[in-house]
């Protein structure tokens, strides 16, 4: 057989964590589990259907993504594909050639079932399929951390991609590069703002028809009744189902047990724009310090660059608001001083 010089790429999707951290990303933190009860019993109502569709993931996006660093050898999405929000986006996978693997759950949550799937098939992938030279994982968990290290000491390069804010640091840091989904071109966060002015209306209008309804009972049936009926639990109006439904979503969903392993759909801390620009400095110095032991102290910038993004792979400038890593060091000049002649760009640290 020929030996081909192109990369070979396999794309591995852990399906469910990307879709609820990007529905957290845009409607706030925990919110999939605030409303999974809901999503559960009529994906077709209105609010649940508007927000669902502020939080689209783009599939394409993330394949075309993969797919510069080479050939698609092979796609997997993993996910229990009878569940209706995740069965919306099979034909735009299936349209992409994505391989769907039907997750069964064996108990009302099938715990990891997703990550251990996905962590067999890889190691199963990389011995099958020798020549594969690159691993995609789309996750932001950080059980997927083994994974990313063996694929590493078995010759791979490994590209972590997972919500900015929802993905385990560990996870960025075990990859040979990282890339936040709505990093990708093409991919703009929504303005979730109207949506959910458009939600608190609709619940303040339940609520007050819920109201308004107990209201009619209590003239009716008499306030012991009233009574009796709320402490049995029956008669809830939607607000109070929506209470349960927060209270089971957070202790019995996936983003819900998530949060209490400390995995992707519930970040212990999110970092402000400020605390992004404040490490990128940081890292900036560290990398001109290490790379100042030489005899120059001249450095290319490319290899700065580098140093950088193997100590955090998730470094980006262009999410720093630069269109060029010149440009990240112009806007840092009390860090680093650029010089520029001709196609040579060498930074060293200021004194």
């Known amino acids: 057989m ?62 075309d993504y993969a797919a510069s660093f080479g050939s698609l050898m092979l796609t997997r999405a993993y996910a229990d594909w009878s569940v209706p929000v995740n069965a919306e986006y099979r034909s735009q996978l299936v349209a992409r050639a994505v391989d ?51 694929c590493r000491r078995l010759g791979r390069y490994v590209i972590g991609m997972g919500v900015a804010g929802s993905t385990a640091k560990s996870l ?39 109201a308004g309804k107990g209201d009619e009972g209590d003239a009716d049936e008499g306030q012991a009744d009233e009574g009796s009926s709320g402490s049995s639990g029956k008669g809830k109006g939607p607000a109070a189902k929506r209470s349960g439904a927060k209270a089971r979503g957070t202790q019995g969903s996936p983003a819900g047990e998530a949060a209490a392993d400390g995995d992707a759909a519930a970040p212990e801390v999110e970092e402000t724009p400020e605390d992004l ?5 940081s890292l900036l110095r560290r990398a001109l310090q290490l790379g100042d032991r030489g005899d120059g102290e001249w450095l290319h910038s490319s290899a700065v660059k580098t140093h950088m993004r193997r100590m955090d792979p998730s470094f980006r400038e262009k999410a720093l608001g630069c269109k060029s890593f010149s440009d990240f060091l112009k806007a840092n000049s009390d860090i680093a001083e650029l010089s520029e002649t001709g196609h040579e760009r060498l930074v060293r640290a200021v004194d």
């Open 172 to 210: 960025a840091a075990a990859c040979d590069e990282f890339e936040a989904y709505d990093q990708l071109p093409g991919i703009s966060r929504p303005d979730a703002s109207a949506t959910s002015s458009r939600s608190r209306r609709g619940r303040a209008s339940a609520d007050g028809a819920a």
């Open 277 to 281: 620009h404040e490490t990128a400095r």
């Open 100 to 150: 769907l693997v039907q997750l069964f759950p064996a108990a009302a949550y099938a715990k990891n079932g997703a990550d251990i799937r996905l962590a067999v098939d890889t190691v199963e992938d990389m011995f099958r399929i020798p020549d594969l030279t690159h691993v995609v994982i789309v996750a932001g968990d950080s059980d997927y951390v083994p994974l990313a290290q063996r």
């Open 2 to 63: 020929a030996e081909t010089p192109d990369p070979r790429v396999a794309v591995y999707l852990d399906f469910d964590n990307i879709v609820m951290s990007w529905y957290d990303s845009v409607h706030g933190r925990n919110a999939y589990s605030r409303d999974r009860q809901r999503i559960a019993q009529d994906i077709t109502d209105p609010e649940i259907a508007e927000r669902l569709a502020a939080a689209t993931v783009d599939v394409g996006a993330i394949i």
